[in-house]
């Protein structure tokens, strides 16, 4: 059944206590839309997207699938690249059943022996709360060779014949280019104004490597696949020297920008293999 909200008529959102018609009011939840989307079963999109995903060929830090159990129809999903109560909020604003997320639930989340307090437990009593599930897919979907944060992000840049590198690609410009102008596509490409750009090596790039996330520590197994470019989503201090003297270059678009993509392409195939509306909310971080 659908998620029901408290019989007296309230319910909290960002901590304050509202009437169903309040929040209408206030425009806080989505107007009908004019497509006609349908009510799906949750563990028949868990179980696709574990297939399509290869979800149990990772070993990752964190499960791949369904983390928090809630309600088993869904009539809305909102998707976002990190899990948050911002996020939840909007979730419960949206009346969404399912939450979809590159960044999870994580081994390191939860202490040994088990504890839950402070931030985890306020984000789990917010989704048992309203029976909303969360669903998190993160190395399944840096890896992708199709809607995977890295093969999109080559894919944009005209980039060919791609060749797996850790969860990322290494592949050909179709010619090669300066490094300034590749610096401008890559702002383009993940919406920065500005990258962190260490330039140490050739000026003319032919061949790039793309890791997204925390990924810098493998920039030794980029340049020694033949990269002339290594573009990742951070920077460790230690790495710069060493970079500089071996004479290689590096882009650094950040974490979070560099996992937007596969995510957004995750929700629009949702939507349109299972016509269930799906809700990207984008929440950036300047990491």
């Known amino acids: 059944m659908r998620r029901k909200f408290p019989p007296s008529g309230y319910y909290k959102v960002l901590g304050k206590r509202f009437k169903e018609k309040t929040l209408f009011q206030k425009g806080f939840l989505l107007k009908k839309q004019k497509e006609s989307f349908l009510a799906l079963d949750r563990d028949e999109l868990i179980s696709y997207l574990n297939e399509y995903l290869g979800a149990d060929r990772f070993q990752d830090y964190c499960y791949n699938g369904l983390q928090v159990q809630g309600s088993r129809v869904v009539n ?43 931030v985890l437990r306020e984000r789990l009593a ?62 383009k490409l993940y919406g920065r104004q500005e990258v962190m750009t ?21 920039w030794e197994e980029a340049q020694r696949a033949g ?7 951070d920077m460790k201090e ?32 949702i939507q349109e293999r299972f016509q269930i509306e799906v809700a990207y909310v984008d929440i950036p971080s300047p990491v």
Do not use: W
């Not at 990269?227 to 989503?233: H, W």
């Open 76 to 118: 809305k999903i909102v998707s976002g690249v990190t899990l948050s109560q911002r996020l939840i909020h909007e979730a419960i604003l949206r009346r969404a059943e399912l939450i979809l997320v590159h960044h999870g639930l994580f081994k390191g989340d939860i202490p040994d022996p088990p504890r839950l307090c402070g």
């Open 126 to 187: 917010l989704l048992l709360g309203q029976d909303i599930n969360l669903v998190g897919y993160h190395l399944p979907l840096d890896a992708h060779p199709e809607i995977g944060n890295n093969a999109l992000a080559c894919k944009e840049l005209g980039m060919q014949n791609l060749k797996p590198l850790d969860v990322g690609f290494i592949a050909d410009l179709p010619a090669p280019q300066a490094l300034d102008l590749l610096v401008d596509q890559v702002q």
């Open 238 to 269: 230690s790495m710069v020297r060493k970079i500089e003297e071996a004479k290689f270059n590096v882009i650094v678009a950040g974490h979070y920008h560099t996992e937007t993509l596969g995510i957004r392409a995750l929700s629009n195939l």
């Open 198 to 218: 260490f330039g140490f090596g050739p000026e003319q790039v032919g061949r790039v490597a793309i890791i997204s996330g925390g990924s810098s520590y493998l």
């Open 227 to 233: 990269a002339d470019l290594f573009i990742c989503g």
